[in-house]
Nanobody, 130 residues
């Protein structure tokens, strides 16, 4: 059974940094991509970043580009989201998710859509105070 467990959330002042982790277990993820999404109260879940497990290709939402870095450690089956220069508008519950990636799919298009992901973690709260 696939499990994704996020950790690393918390309260931080604007301009600060946090690193989120997502520990994945239950299967081999070689043909998978891992995404980070977030959802603020009253808003829809939105794409933040994604990384492909095999090649390590990365994708970012425009709102976080240059401030967040997504990476994976294949030896630990863990994906990270390093967040710098945090802003109050980054406040949300952050989720990691996994989806099977087919060779014919255009990664930059499919990885930003929540509906394509097969597995989700329970989420971790990030609160940025002004």
């Amino acid at each position: 059974q696939v499990q994704l467990v996020e950790s690393g959330g918390g309260l931080v002042q604007a301009g600060g940094s946090l690193r989120l982790s997502c520990a994945a277990s239950g299967r081999t993820f070689n043909n998978y991509a891992m995404g980070w999404f977030r959802q603020a109260p009253g808003k829809e879940r939105e794409f933040v970043a994604a990384v492909t497990w095999s090649r390590g290709s990365t994708y970012y939402a425009d709102s976080v580009k240059g401030r967040f870095t997504v990476s994976r450690d294949n030896t630990k089956n863990t994906v990270y989201l390093q967040m710098y220069s945090l802003k109050p508008e980054d406040t949300a519950v952050y989720y990691c998710a996994a989806r099977l990636l087919f060779s014919w799919e255009r990664e930059s298009i499919v990885l930003v859509a929540p509906k394509g992901y097969d597995y989700w973690g329970q989420g971790t709260q990030v609160t940025v105070s002004s």
